[in-house]
Each structure stands twice: as C-alpha cells, then as structure tokens.
C-alpha cells in the first residue's frame, strides 16, 4: 500500500491501519482499525467506523456515520450514504464471543449506491451497480443493475451505471446506455 505520510488523517479522526492507499481522507471522529484495507482516494467522512477486517476498494465513499464490519467487502466506486450500517453475525450473544471464521461475509460490488440508512444483513451480494434506496433493509442477494427500496428490500426496476432509471426497453434515456438481461446470472449486462 502506501505510507501515512500520503493519506489525509484529520486531527480528531483515527487510522490505525497500515494498509491504507494514497490519496485516502480520514474525517473527524472516524475510525479505521488496524487491519483494515482501505483502497486509494477513499473518502471516509465524520464518525464513520472500518473494523480490521474489511476491505474498501479505490475510490470509495464512506458517509458520516456508517459502520463496516469484519467481513464485509465493498469494491471500487462504491458509495455508501450516511448511517448505512452492515451486520455479520446472524445470532449475536455479547456472552459469546466468535472467531473470524464464523462471521459471515458480505460482498458489494463495484459502482453500488447503498443511500442513507441502508441496512445490509450478513451473507449477501449485492451485484454491480446495483442501488438501494435510503432506509433500504437489504436480507437477500441483489442483482446487477438492480434498484431496490423498502424492509425488506424489494426489486422495484433497473437503474443505469449513471444512477438514473432504466425504462421498460433497459435503456437509459439520460445517458444513452443499452441493457440486456443477463442469460447466466440474475441481473443486467450492457448491450453489445
């Protein structure tokens, strides 16, 4: 990775990671355990927490507030609004305390937009740019492409890479981008 001297720490945020990548911010009151990956040009905003196990990729965003925990996995260009917080436990008990290995991990795939208050239960994948609406209570896969909304979350249309929606023919009316469904996954590809 990089040395501290090129990732931005504020005075009263903390970063006790050594495997953090250039050009990454550390805001006031967040919190970056040691062992936590951290990609280049991460934004990780006021009162945001990263335990030693998670991995961000490059240029993700981290809003104020949101807490990422063992075993969650988010890749590039991820975008996670205020106060999304992520679980890896299905029956936590404060007298039992697991190992790494039995905590379940979550993946996020390049591009998601996960919005304010998403809540993402333990063991699920969340498809490339995917998008959950603010208050979003995520419990299962969502795929590729997918706009989901709602406790729990439901599919309520596609959305482009450039986050508007896709009409009825899976094409972008804002950018132009085409869509086809996906015939060996659930989800959407672009079009050849």
């Not at 990775?1 to 931005?8: A, G, L, N």
């Not at 609004?81 to 905590?103: H, Q, S």
């Not at 498809?127 to 729990?152: E, L």
């Not at 469904?181 to 659930?186: A, C």
Request: aromatic share 8%.
């Amino acid at each position: 990775m990089t040395s501290v001297t090129e990732v931005f720490v504020h005075l009263h945020g903390l970063c006790e990671s050594d495997e953090v990548g250039s050009g990454t911010r550390v805001w006031a009151f967040a919190h970056v355990l040691p062992g936590a990956v951290i990609g280049r040009d991460c934004n990780i905003c006021d009162g945001a927490f990263v335990e030693g196990r998670a991995v961000l990729g490059d240029r993700v965003t981290v809003k104020n507030g949101t807490l990422i925990f063992d075993g969650v996995t988010c890749e590039d260009e991820v975008f996670l609004g205020p106060n999304v917080l992520f679980t890896n436990d299905y029956r936590p008990r404060a007298a039992i305390k697991k190992a790494p290995d039995e905590l379940v991990p979550t993946i996020v795939r390049r591009g998601v937009t996960l919005g304010a208050g998403t809540v993402v239960v333990c063991g699920v994948q969340i498809g490339q740019f995917a998008f959950a609406g603010a208050g979003s209570v995520i419990t299962r896969d969502v795929p590729a492409y997918a706009f989901v909304a709602g406790n729990p979350a439901r599919q309520r249309g596609w959305v482009c890479e450039c986050g508007d929606r896709l009409d009825d023919w899976l094409s972008c009316v804002h950018c132009g981008r085409q869509y086809q469904h996906d015939p060996g996954e659930l989800g959407l590809v672009p079009a050849s």
